[in-house]
């Protein structure tokens, strides 16, 4: 089975940059995503790493180490649109995703 | 491209009754479709997965017989809750995965909001 592990909510202001860490174990690997979500909005793809090292793409970037089970994706130049929530979601190797439970980020002027 | 699109976007109905859900990809071909439950405040959680022209495969604690899944096409997906009840109330939202996508990226329809009365 899969376990995913992310903090619940994060408060960051306009402007900054914020970390949201993934945490996860599992028996299979084959690649781990990012989605964002606004609220009674479906997911939409940010990124997907499954090398080891930073992948960037404009202000977001996500990182995954495979030895560590551990991702992050790291959010710059904060814009209020940003307030979501950020969905961890890994692929054990059966083309389906397991999603976290999400990390609420609100955005604060 | 890659646009999924789902309908409803929202529906009421009654308890006992039935509620069909269709998820399409507009512009590419989906060989296999998710159908994915979101409680509030709550992660996606899997519920089927189907490929086209196969049975859907069902996951763990989610009622085959209750949730209908049809997956005629490359292009659509439908979904019916048969007999709702209040405790089906919620967000359905499908996903589809391109054929031949080696990625295993997902693109995500709207959503459905079902509330059961």
């Known amino acids: 089975g899969q376990n995913i592990d992310q903090p619940t909510e994060m408060t960051a202001t306009e402007g900054a940059i914020v970390q949201i860490n993934c945490t996860y174990q599992t028996s299979g690997f084959n690649g781990l995503f990012w989605y964002q979500q606004h609220a009674g909005e479906a997911p939409t793809f940010l990124s997907y790493n499954v090398l080891d090292g930073l992948e960037e793409k404009g202000r977001f970037s996500s990182f995954l180490s495979r030895s560590k089970g551990y991702s992050y994706l790291l959010l710059k130049e904060l814009q209020m649109k940003d307030s979501a929530s950020y969905l961890c979601?890994?692929?054990?190797?059966?083309?389906?995703?397991?999603f976290g439970k999400g990390t609420m980020l609100l955005v604060s002027p | 491209g890659a646009v999924v699109s789902q309908h409803p976007s929202w529906v009421i109905c009654k308890s006992g009754t039935s509620v069909k859900i269709e998820c399409r990809s507009l512009?590419?071909?989906?060989?296999?479709m998710f159908w994915y439950r979101q409680f509030p405040k709550q992660s996606l959680m899997l519920m089927a997965t189907?490929?086209?022209?196969?049975?859907?495969?069902?996951e763990q604690g989610v009622e085959k017989d209750k949730f209908l899944i049809n997956h005629a096409s490359l292009t659509l997906s439908t979904l019916t809750v048969t007999s709702a009840h209040p405790e089906d109330s919620s967000f359905y939202i499908c996903?589809?995965?391109?054929?031949?996508?080696?990625?295993?990226?997902?693109?995500f329809g709207p959503g459905t909001r079902l509330t059961v009365t």
């Open positions: 512009d590419f071909q989906a060989t296999t």
């Open positions: 979601a890994l692929n054990s190797g059966y083309s389906t995703l397991t």
């Open positions: 996903s589809a995965r391109a054929q031949g996508q080696g990625k295993y990226e997902q693109y």
């Open positions: 189907s490929n086209e022209g196969s049975k859907a495969t069902y």
